[in-house]
């Protein structure tokens, strides 16, 4: 069995496929879900030999089944905000662990540690209702920073706008983690000059305002933040770990995680060309006590370098997670 640290600790290509091919014997052998899911399309251990040939289990199963690889007590659930008819996913989590270790880990390899930060959380769709995973890593940010004035912000804008004018002023490292619409309300509100201030949109407008691509969304929020660069994160319910976007929209994993794009006409065949436009699908090794091998309904591409853009959703897909900026 694995620890958080066998996965945390994963550093090269050469380790994340060797560890990857045990994560999926192992779900294979654990996971009753990805297993008849294997069978059927007869995707077993004895025909799967390299990391190419391992299936991905469609994301929609979260919504109908319970996806575990463990038979450990289930210590939360996450679910997914979803629109009002449409069910929601749920992810079980058997070991938080694995969880915070990620989240933790994964925004320190790209920004350094969070006690570094200022911690100002803009999340109000997200506060509202119960069993959202960005709010339990948004709190443990908070909670992880050193600065008292990290903190949750609902729908007092006002004091939100003076606390970020204050901070950014007395040079202090602020992060911004907001859902779009409200970062938008925000600077409807107030335009801002900032020098000290990472803006980090987690995406969604969450029916408040109309959706808009990313190009057009950046460029209002630099404007109105006084920024050059607006951050993502990417993730989602069903992983337990996000992509990060250090501007341009461009995303990349850290070395625990990876995003392989599928031809979006045929779900089983992985598109061996860089830069071209496919289904997304996701290794996350986090997940070992689920499914650690996801086929989304995102769009996008991924590049050389292993960097990636999400570029949409897939038509009559629902709207739900986080990042889903529709074409």
Request: proline share 4%; charged share 25%.
């Amino acid at each position: 069995m694995f620890t958080p640290e066998d996965i945390i600790s994963i550093q090269t290509r050469k380790e994340f496929h060797k560890i990857a091919m045990k994560v999926y014997r192992y779900q294979y052998e654990n996971n009753p879900v990805y297993r008849e899911f294997c069978n059927l399309i007869r995707k077993t251990p004895t025909e799967v030999r390299s990391l190419d040939q391992v299936p991905y289990l469609p994301i929609e199963f979260f919504k109908s089944k319970d996806v575990l690889s463990s038979t450990a007590p289930i210590q939360t659930t996450f679910t997914s905000s979803g629109t009002t008819g449409t069910i929601t996913s749920k992810h079980h989590v058997t070991d938080l662990n694995y969880y915070e270790e990620s989240f933790r880990k994964g925004f320190s390899y790209f920004y350094g540690p969070i006690e570094d930060y200022v911690v100002l959380a803009l999340l109000p769709s997200y506060l509202e209702r119960e069993g959202s995973s960005l709010i339990y890593m948004a709190d443990d940010f908070i909670k992880q920073s050193s600065h008292p004035e990290s903190g949750f912000y609902l729908h007092n804008y006002e004091e939100l706008i003076a606390n970020l004018k204050l901070l950014d002023r007395e040079g202090k490292n602020v992060l911004l983690l907001g859902v779009t619409y409200a970062l938008l309300d925000i600077i409807e509100q107030h335009q801002f000059e900032l020098n000290n201030t990472i803006i980090m949109e987690t995406g969604g407008m969450k029916g408040k305002r109309k959706e808009m691509i990313r190009e057009e969304l950046h460029a209002i929020l630099c404007k109105g933040f006084g920024v050059t660069k607006i951050h993502s994160e990417y993730g989602m319910t069903e992983l337990l770990s996000q992509g990060y976007s250090l501007g341009d929209g461009v995303f990349q994993c850290p070395p625990w995680m990876d995003i392989v794009i599928r031809d979006p006409e045929d779900p089983f065949t992985l598109l061996d060309v860089h830069g071209k436009t496919g289904g997304v699908n996701v290794i996350d090794l986090a997940n070992i006590n689920s499914c650690s091998f996801i086929a989304t309904q995102d769009l996008g591409k991924k590049y050389e370098d292993g960097s990636f853009e999400i570029l949409g959703r897939f038509d009559h897909s629902d709207i739900r997670g986080c990042n889903l900026m529709v074409l």
